[in-house]
């Protein structure tokens, strides 16, 4: 895979989630990919900000859907390579300040395997 097919892959990835098509948006991952995230942490220590598999992505950005009807990303910079794609944005939710967000996907045979959420 080279970096400018990840990078597009990260494209339809924003474009799917501020859509809020969640459909669109699972079908970026692999059936078993695992994502991290410290606002999981915060919701749910149980998961120590770590869940796994697309019923459990599907399960928490539902959530996030429903509590955060004006979420919307705004990127900043998509830097690819061949496995993975940094990307930098800006979380954009209705009366909450505006939160800077890093996110790695790492990314395989066309697929999202691993996400990470970095952020303040």
Do not use: C
Request: avoid cysteine; charged fraction near 30%.
């Amino acid at each position: 895979m080279n970096p400018e097919q990840n990078k597009n892959i990260a494209i339809k990835w924003f474009e799917a989630f501020n859509e809020r098509n969640l459909e669109k948006l699972l079908l970026l991952y692999n059936d078993n990919a695992e994502h991290y995230s410290p606002k999981l942490k915060i919701r749910h220590p149980e998961t120590q900000g770590l869940i796994k598999g697309k019923a459990a992505l599907k399960t928490w950005w539902e959530d996030a859907f429903n509590r955060l009807p004006s979420l919307h990303y705004e990127i900043i910079k998509l830097t690819a390579d061949a496995e993975q794609v940094f990307m930098e944005y800006i979380r954009h939710v209705e009366n909450e300040e505006d939160l800077r967000v890093g996110e790695v996907l790492v990314i395989k045979n066309d697929l999202i395997i691993f996400s990470r959420v970095y952020h303040g």
